[in-house]
């Protein structure tokens, strides 16, 4: 079975400062793909950055950066000099293999907060 | 402007009553989603269509149902089966199973 483990409920972070957040995986296919998403207050889930398994190089779209590191599991989300409007909770998500291609798993979400 | 419409925002139920949430999008794509959210949590998925006239279920698929009779289209009930029903629902579609999803706004269903 595939999961997702985000262990940061809450992150605070000051305006224009970077910011990690922790996404580790466990699945036992070798196809897969990684996602992030952002979900205002608002309650819609916008897509950000996306990580096939097989991709040599760390993906990247603007500000957003995947730090992707297969042997260890972990594709943690990079956002770089921080926004007041990046205030939003963070999901992870995996599509599995063949199988799993039509199902995305999503971890429990990170709480970003960016303080002025 | 192409997009995901779900309807309506918010939804009240009744007890033994079933309700339907609908989804429509006109971006073209031929796989949609419906996905449940609880306060705090992640999504889980409910069911799941890749062509017309044809669906899966998800891993929470107990006590809802849905139709895929045309593309654009994918209602979600909630059967009077679903004992607790109050959750944020998503719906999802994308252009095939194996690209990013993209997400309508969603629709708040609590119970009266």
């Known amino acids: 079975a595939q999961k997702i483990t985000q262990t940061q409920p809450g992150m605070f972070v000051q305006e224009k400062e970077a910011v990690t957040l922790d996404c580790t995986y466990d699945?036992?296919?070798?196809?897969?793909?990684l996602f992030w998403y952002k979900q205002p207050s608002s309650g819609e889930m916008i897509f950000l950055i996306y990580q096939g398994s097989y991709d040599e190089q760390n993906a990247t779209e603007g500000r957003y950066s995947l730090n992707f590191q297969k042997a260890r599991k972990s594709a943690n989300l990079v956002i770089s000099a921080s926004q007041l409007g990046d205030s939003a909770m963070y999901f992870c998500?995996?599509?599995?293999?063949?199988?799993?291609?039509?199902?995305?798993?999503f971890g429990q979400g990170t709480r970003l907060t960016i303080n002025p | 402007d192409g997009g995901i419409t779900q309807s309506p925002k918010y939804l009240f139920r009744k007890e033994g009553q079933n309700v339907t949430l609908s989804c429509e999008q006109n971006?073209?794509?031929?796989?949609m989603y419906w996905y449940r959210q609880d306060p705090g949590q992640g999504l889980r998925l409910i069911y799941y269509s890749q062509i017309v006239n044809d669906f899966q279920k998800g891993d929470i698929a107990e006590g809802y149902s849905v139709s895929r009779e045309k593309k654009e289209s994918f209602p979600l009930t909630v059967t009077s089966a679903q004992k607790n029903p109050t959750a944020f629902y998503l719906c999802a579609s994308s252009r095939f199973s194996a690209e990013p999803q993209h997400f309508g706004d969603g629709t708040r269903l609590s119970i009266l």
């Open positions: 971006l073209n794509h031929d796989a």
């Open positions: 699945t036992s296919d070798q196809s897969y793909g």
């Open positions: 998500a995996m599509r599995g293999g063949i199988q799993g291609a039509q199902k995305l798993v």
